[in-house]
């Protein structure tokens, strides 16, 4: 019997801290704010690869060149995703912040090429 109390007492405890965890991130990550800082940046990289891509320079480092490009739009994406300001973080999402403007590049690249084919 007291077994069982035990058991229930841990069950409760458990769910208590689990519903305190998910108000926790809740109240400090606004999901629909990080939604739209990545969508800004996202929309910032495909502009700026139309805008300054001359089809001619490496497309890892045309890549960098938007990435830095869309610098504004990276960092609020970084402080709106981690407002304590870990630096892992800040390094993580400017390399995929680079990584994604290369492969817009690429992909912006490989669609000119492909519409010039069926000339």
């Known amino acids: 019997m007291w077994l069982s109390r ?10 208590a801290s689990c519903n305190s965890m998910v108000a926790l991130f809740e109240e400090d990550y606004p999901i629909d704010k ?24 490496d497309s890892a480092e045309m890549g960098a060149r938007v990435a830095r490009s869309c610098g504004a739009e990276i960092t609020a994406l970084v402080l ?10 800040a390094r993580k999402i400017n390399a995929d912040s680079m990584f994604r ?19």
Do not use: F
Request: with cysteine.
């Open 80 to 89: 709106t995703t981690d407002p304590n300001g870990d630096p892992v973080v």
């Open 6 to 15: 035990i058991a229930i007492a841990i069950a409760a405890t458990t769910l």
């Open 34 to 57: 990080v939604d739209g800082a990545y969508t800004a940046r996202d929309s910032c990289l495909k502009w700026t690869v139309v805008m300054i891509d001359d089809g001619a320079t």
């Open 101 to 119: 403007a290369t492969g817009y590049v690429i992909r912006s690249r490989y669609a000119a090429s492909a519409i010039g084919q069926k000339r």
